[in-house]
């Protein structure tokens, strides 16, 4: 390189804009031809990554309003829904995120001097934790995937906050519930409407307004016993089980109250069924309607896990808005339909361990979706976010390896390790926000 | 780094920041005890807040504990990780007016939230009350 320390403002050559001739004796060669100098070419970079952090910052924030307003008029949803998050996978990924940030910052020192071994270290060791980020990431999200503990409609748990089954809207857990789907068209039980989590309601097959009118039983002992209730409402204080705890007492049919309990209520809404009434079971059938390609069909659960023979249900159906695959089924006004008989079997008997946390979990409460659409709406923001520096420490790692960072051009690394901190920075907010509710 | 250019960046500088001195080159190095000294106290810290929630100060106690424990994670890799105590103050300057911002933000999003949470559908079988007073008259 040309040497002219003390010609700091001599004017530009012709010199392939390299600024080698700047007047400080050791340019880099990726000092920009309209610089002044070093310094000029760095600071310049520094007040650019500032703005964007600014920026940055502001762009967050409309997420965080989102939660605060939330939280603010709805906190019950936040302090029951964070239950479903692992506090164990989120402190890993802080501290991963907090030593990856500790290692860009020492890429930022390494390359200051010269370090080059030292600067290939920590961006390696930044990129590997960053991926170690996005793979606790990748579990938690799959969890949830699996689970169906999802954003908007599509949040349909098979498993409530505290671990225990859950009976669900669209009953797509698979192997788990002990639930029927009946079919009007064929007055017969289906396995199930829903066999894809994107299958909407709203969208394919036929929606039925149903209310139920009674219901026919018949217990293990072999007795049958009808009584009548409406399906929509809460579930009744008073077990018509007879208020025995256990599921297997819950089981006997001759505790089932005839019809006389009309005016009882079972709850339609998602939740545990076990936790209503202290822990005793009840009737539940699901959401109403159920919507089922084939037919128009009423999805009945029974939260209480016991095995029953023969069911039958009488129900009272208004028109489908959109009856185009139910045909003329119900084309104006109500009627009354009976359905044939069924077998309920349930797949999954609730331990005493479970049924306890299902009583402490408590019914949970409406809107829960909303928990989980800002969780990864802010969460996926920042996964993207760790996503690009992923690439940019890449990028970086490569240069460091061709050894093009020096102490008078380090601008790249310092600018990418800043972006770094601010994602680590926000991960510091969102992880009390989302993971460590009381 | 050339002599004039460590003067005319400490001329620029200097005023603006006690710890100008530090600077290496083009901008402050951070010391390996500075840096490990930070790193480490975040960790105590994300230790500390987990075991926080553990505790039941009641629900409001322990938000403002963590979130007391969040900004000052937060303050440390701003001032620290991300140089800020020694760099220019401009750049402070950009990034509180950044978080000023935000919290305008939040604040005038607060200020008339309860205005909204009521939905009144119009319900053509039982109109509100007319408003009570004569009727307007023409001219």
Redesign the interface.
Known sequence: MTDHPHAPHEPHGDDLGHGADHGHGHGSPFIAHHYDDAQHQFDSGKLGIWLFLAQEVLFFSALFVAYILYRYHHPEIYSYAHQYLDVKYGAINTAVLIFSSLTAAWAVRCAQLNQKRGLILCLATTIVCACAFLGIKYIEYSHKIHEHILFGRYFDPCVSAGGGELLTRNNNCAGTKSTVVWDFGTGTPTAGCFTEIDQDPRRDGVQADCTVKEYEVSGPEGKTETFKRDITGQCPEESPFGGEATSSAAAGGGKLEPGGKGGESVQAKGGEAAAHGGGKPCWRPAFQPAVCKKGVGILVEYGDNVEREHTRIKAECKAAPKPSDAGDLFADKPQNLELGKAAIHPRHQLTVHEQHELEAAGPPPEHINMFFTIYFAMTGLHGIHVIFGIGVFLWLLIRAIKGQFTPDYFGPVDYAALYWHIVDLIWIFLFPLLYLIH | ?????VD??HAEDAHADPHGDDH????H??P?KV??A??GS??VL??V??LA?KV??G?NI??AL??A??VL??TL??L???HLRY??L??SV??V???L??AL??GF??MD?NQY?QTNIWNPDAPPAAPIGPRPTNG
């Open positions: 780094m050339s002599a004039a250019a005319s960046h290496h080159g083009l901008a190095v951070a390996v840096l490990l930070t790193g975040l960790l994300t230790i807040t987990v929630t039941d100060f629900a322990n938000l963590a979130m424990i969040a994670k937060a890799v701003v620290f990780f991300m760099d220019r401009f750049h950009i990034f007016g950044a978080i911002a935000a933000f939040v999003t607060l939230t949470q």
